[in-house]
């Protein structure tokens, strides 16, 4: 705080990830003790469609949940920060699509790491579904049109989805181009 004011800092755009739930908190924290004004620059969330199989949970740890039963191929499109978490549930194969090769090997018992970075197309996603035999998707509604390929791939495909929701935040003003955060600001 002691830099928005040395700074004389006026405005603050948020344009974090929608899953960076401290950073956005602080923002919120920050602007509110200090006086400035924010805005959240967000990706429209995802909303299923006629023909997409989802199951919304609130966590990570309700995903791993969501995943008990009979082994399945199962592409963890969350990020490298909570693989761990599904070693809960060993009898997967796990298909990792990561942006960088891990520094150290994730705890799961059985998986293929995928090393590829975005924007993804649906012919890209398509054939990643089908050369690794996926069976479920796991992923982050994270928002936007840079990863909807594998949505679509699996929508086209027949397969169900376990999509966890973005965490709630305090109410914040939101915008969702940067010409809207543009004018916010003018």
């Not at 004389?8 to 923002?27: C, E, G, K, L, Y």
Request: aromatic share 4%; hydrophobic share 45%; glycine share 6%.
């Amino acid at each position: 705080m002691a830099f928005l004011a040395q700074e004389r800092i006026t405005h603050i755009v948020d344009a974090t990830h929608p899953f960076a739930v401290q950073m956005s908190a602080n923002v919120i924290a920050a602007a509110a003790q200090c006086g400035v004004k924010a805005i959240a620059l967000t990706r429209p969330a995802w909303q299923p469609v006629d023909g997409d199989q989802w199951q919304s949970v609130a966590s990570i740890d309700e995903a791993v949940s969501a995943l008990a039963g009979p082994p399945q191929r199962v592409l963890l499109a969350i990020g490298r920060m909570h693989l761990a978490a599904f070693a809960a549930q060993p009898q997967h194969h796990y298909v990792l699509r990561l942006v960088d090769q891990p520094t150290s090997p994730p705890s799961l018992a059985d998986y293929t790491a995928v090393i590829d970075r975005g924007p993804f197309t649906l012919e890209g996603d398509l054939a990643l579904l089908e050369t690794q035999r996926i069976e479920r998707i796991v992923c982050k509604n994270s928002g936007g049109e840079g990863a909807a390929s594998k949505l679509i791939a699996a929508r086209r495909l027949g397969l169900p989805i376990v999509m966890i929701e973005r965490p709630h935040l305090p109410s914040r003003h939101e915008a969702h181009t940067v010409d809207e955060v543009i004018n916010w600001i003018t």
